[in-house]
């Protein structure tokens, strides 16, 4: 049995963690969140040790490991994302491997500083790629792969949509705020991107075409396909064949004019991301390099507007 520490207890990803803890088999000996309203906890550790202050947290896992004898073997990390850098970098000084939500930083350089330190304390970084994962997802990898090793030169049209609908909070909360969460591109779209690249190889070539607070759009040029993508929290893009479904979430793949269908097949995959992690078999600063180089890229971009090769969602912005 495994002890970890978790911080960003009261985040909406945070109990995909605990249960991840709780499902194989180790245990959440602290927790750290600003916010106190988190009975969730109930439902998974309710003995765990919980902080609002980082340095009262800090004090208990460096004298828990005194005291105990025991040690933290892995602090899981849903902090603000602008925030995943430092908790890492507390979790390796704190004799701990880190498991970090996506993004696991916002920019390249951030994954290089990471890696001297993975290579002074020989601990080691696991990022939470979760669509690796998606069984859905691994049998479109291997159909690609097939395809590739028969035409080595096969380039595929892909369209990315993903509409999640917000309210004013996100634009008030850290989500909002750029310089905290990477933007949208970042905040709603490095695991697709990382998901893409996974399966078509290297991006090539990067354009942004829409850049406002609630949307992104661009093209990617990679290895082996020509991608559109369009993301966005307006719910004013959500289609009206969705929205009078009364959902708020639009996601869309396709694959040469093929809907790829992924939409259920989440429920565990956190708890397959510690299994995976757990058994040496994660992933790591490497993974994560493509599409935080992307959406860091996307960051500082200037959009071009509807030019080239745009995604047709592109026609709703006014």
Excluded at 125 to 149: C, F, M, S, W, Y
Excluded at 298 to 312: E, T
Aim: charge should be neutral.
């Amino acid at each position: 049995m495994k002890n970890f520490a978790l911080i960003g207890a009261s985040g909406y990803i945070a109990p995909r963690h605990m249960k991840a803890i709780k499902d194989t088999g180790n245990t959440l000996v602290a927790a750290l969140d600003p916010y106190d309203g988190i009975g969730v906890m109930d439902s998974y550790f309710p003995q765990a040790s919980f902080f609002t202050e980082f340095e009262r947290f800090d004090r208990f896992v460096d004298k828990w490991r005194r005291d105990s004898g025991n040690k933290i073997d892995y602090v899981s990390i849903c902090s603000p994302n602008y925030l995943h850098d430092s908790h890492i970098r507390f979790a390796l000084r704190s004799g701990a491997d880190a498991i970090s939500e996506k993004p696991l930083v916002l920019n390249p350089w951030n994954i290089d500083q990471l890696k001297v330190i993975e290579k002074e304390t020989g601990k080691k970084i696991h990022n939470v790629l979760q669509l690796r994962l998606h069984p859905t997802l691994i049998a479109l990898k291997e159909k690609i792969g097939a395809e590739l090793k028969n035409n080595p030169d096969k380039v595929y049209d892909i369209d990315l949509t993903y509409l999640t609908s917000r309210g004013k909070w996100y634009f008030v909360s850290w989500k909002g705020d750029e310089s905290k969460s990477g933007g949208i591109a970042s905040n709603i779209g490095v695991h697709f991107f990382d998901m893409l690249s996974w399966i078509f190889g290297a991006v090539t070539e990067n354009i942004v075409h829409i850049k406002t607070a609630d949307t992104n759009a661009g093209y990617l040029k990679l290895k082996h396909a020509n991608v559109r993508w369009f993301l966005s929290v307006n719910h004013d893009h959500i289609p009206d064949a969705v929205k009078n479904k009364g959902l708020s979430t639009y996601r869309s793949i396709t694959v040469n004019g093929e809907d790829i269908e992924f939409s259920g097949g989440f429920t565990d995959l956190h708890t397959k991301s510690y299994e995976a992690i757990l058994k040496g078999d994660g992933f790591g600063l490497d993974d994560a390099y493509g599409s935080i180089t992307t959406v860091s890229a996307i960051r500082n971009l200037d959009p071009v507007g509807l030019k080239g090769d745009y995604h047709p969602f592109c026609k709703k912005m006014k």
